[in-house]
């Protein structure tokens, strides 16, 4: 039997309740199959961690992460801690230690979901964007001068490195070419002479070795246009990671929502761990309440599967989470049910136990 050896933090707000979900779904796959089990180890990190010891995680948190196979990630963000400490001082934190430089988020209409966009049908919005994940304006670099004085300046390098740029491009083409769909390239480089105009340049070398790929370019502020007005055009799209956060949260805007955006953060040579997180946040006005909405969690469960190798099951498991949605009776607030996280979790499980595919 493959035994997957997950480090488990649930976070903060909601992110314990959603992540105990989608702990319950791949623990159900597991028994339901018979060939794997999940072994789970947890991690009190983040920010009630942080009010605590003036830190995000231990000071070899990392180190004590090496040893797994994958990362489960609940949610970081909590009031009394400002967003950018949380934020690097956890989830970029392991991202860029563990060079996590792939970040696949779908954004794919179930049908039952909600969307606002009244004339859009489930075969309409059906995209996957690769972000990239560890460098670009995310980098961290720049410098603060003259603090709180009159001449106060501000200076934020992104930071584009050949490497850097052709690994994610070049998994965005062999994805593309995998699965027989086209691919997008979204920058800015009307704007950004330097970053951009090289991001355009590194895709249209690559893209001389895969002339089988059918390509667009767009600018980042036309391809925002053209998800709501034309979603239908975009399959695969690689981006910076700046305006990949910013358009997948279009994304899930116009597919159901926050409560139904996942994300993986991947290290493709599985040098390192993956981690998998749902990308709502924490959601401090309902922690604690039993009604978040687990469904993106569970989806991230999906994509934990999929990295696996048991993609059977991972369509099951998302399978289930559309069943869900297309029934309406088994819903959290959110999208106009009265469930309970719990009773959501339960549904999708006993799904998994009818046996649908």
């Not at 991690?43 to 040893?67: E, N, T, V």
């Not at 769909?181 to 590194?202: C, H």
């Not at 994304?251 to 996942?262: C, E, P, S, T, V």
Request: proline share 5%.
């Amino acid at each position: 039997m493959n035994i997957c050896r997950i480090a488990y933090i649930p976070g903060d707000g909601i992110g314990p309740e959603v992540t105990a979900e989608g702990i319950r779904i791949l623990n159900a796959a597991a028994e339901l199959d018979g060939r794997f089990r999940f072994e789970w180890t947890r991690f009190p990190w983040g920010c009630d961690y942080y009010l605590k010891h003036g830190k995000m995680m231990d000071d070899d948190g990392i180190d004590q992460l090496k040893a797994f196979d994958a990362i489960y990630l609940g949610a970081v963000g909590a009031p009394g801690v400002p967003d950018h400490v949380s934020l690097r001082g956890l989830l970029l934190a392991i991202r860029k230690s563990f060079d996590q430089y792939i970040n696949l988020r779908p954004v794919k209409l179930l049908r039952g979901a909600p969307c606002p966009l009244k004339s859009a049908a489930p075969e309409d919005i059906d995209m996957v964007f690769i972000r990239e994940n560890s460098e670009g304006e995310y980098a961290g670099s720049g410098a603060w001068l003259y603090r709180n004085q009159p001449g106060e300046v501000v200076i934020q390098n992104s930071v584009f490195s050949r490497r850097g740029c052709e690994r994610v491009i070049r998994y965005a083409y062999e994805l593309a070419r995998k699965e027989h769909k086209t691919l997008t390239s979204v920058s800015k480089g009307n704007a950004l002479n330097y970053s951009m105009v090289f991001w355009d340049q590194i895709f249209a070398e690559i893209g001389r070795e895969y002339p089988d790929v059918h390509t667009c370019t767009l600018l980042v502020d036309a391809a925002a246009m053209f998800m709501v007005r034309d979603p239908k055009r975009f399959e695969i799209v690689v981006t910076s990671n700046l305006f990949g956060d910013i358009l997948t949260d279009l994304g899930a805007a116009i597919a159901g929502g926050l409560g139904l955006a996942a994300g993986a953060n991947l290290n493709p040579e599985r040098k390192y761990p993956s981690m998998f997180e749902p990308i709502h946040g924490s959601a401090p006005d309902i922690a604690g309440k039993g009604i978040a909405n687990p469904l993106a969690s569970i989806w991230s469960a999906s994509q934990m599967l999929d990295f696996f190798g048991y993609k059977e099951w991972g369509t099951r498991v998302l399978t289930a989470v559309g069943c869900l949605l297309a029934e309406k009776r088994v819903l959290t607030p959110d999208i106009g049910g009265t469930a309970s996280t719990r009773e959501v979790g339960d549904a999708v499980i006993q799904l998994l136990k009818d046996g649908i595919r």
